[in-house]
């Protein structure tokens, strides 16, 4: 079983800045992948940063330059640092990780967290 407690979202305005964080405990083996992914009401799920164990990562377009993602590996946590936010980044964010369990290997959820960009 995999618990994944998710934080830091909020209400920010245009121009602010949040911190997300994400921690995967259990009984895991081993964890490759961490990422986030965002869904803005009437949208799909869709992919914001992923970051890779040894530390490559992956941003959407919409992102780049403002989300920094980060991992502490001994804490099997996964951070999305937020700036110069924009009313468009409003959506619940949900963090991810592929990871090995016993039964073999999966992709697991966090539960969402709200994050909304208004003045």
């Known amino acids: 079983q995999v618990r994944i407690v998710e934080s830091g979202g909020g209400l920010v305005q245009p121009g602010g800045s949040l911190r997300l964080s994400c921690g995967f405990s259990g009984s895991i083996f081993s964890i490759t992948n961490m990422g986030w992914h965002r869904q803005a009401p009437g949208k799909q799920r869709d992919h914001v940063a992923v970051i890779a164990k040894d530390g490559s990562t992956n941003y959407a377009d919409s992102v780049k330059g403002r989300f920094t993602i980060s991992r502490e590996n001994d804490k099997n946590t996964v951070h999305l640092q937020m700036n110069s936010l924009k009313p468009e980044d409003t959506a619940v964010y949900y963090c991810?990780?592929?990871?090995?369990?016993?039964?073999?290997?999966?992709?697991?959820w966090g539960q969402g967290t709200q994050v909304t960009v208004s003045s």
């Open positions: 991810n990780t592929d990871a090995a369990v016993v039964g073999g290997l999966g992709k697991y």
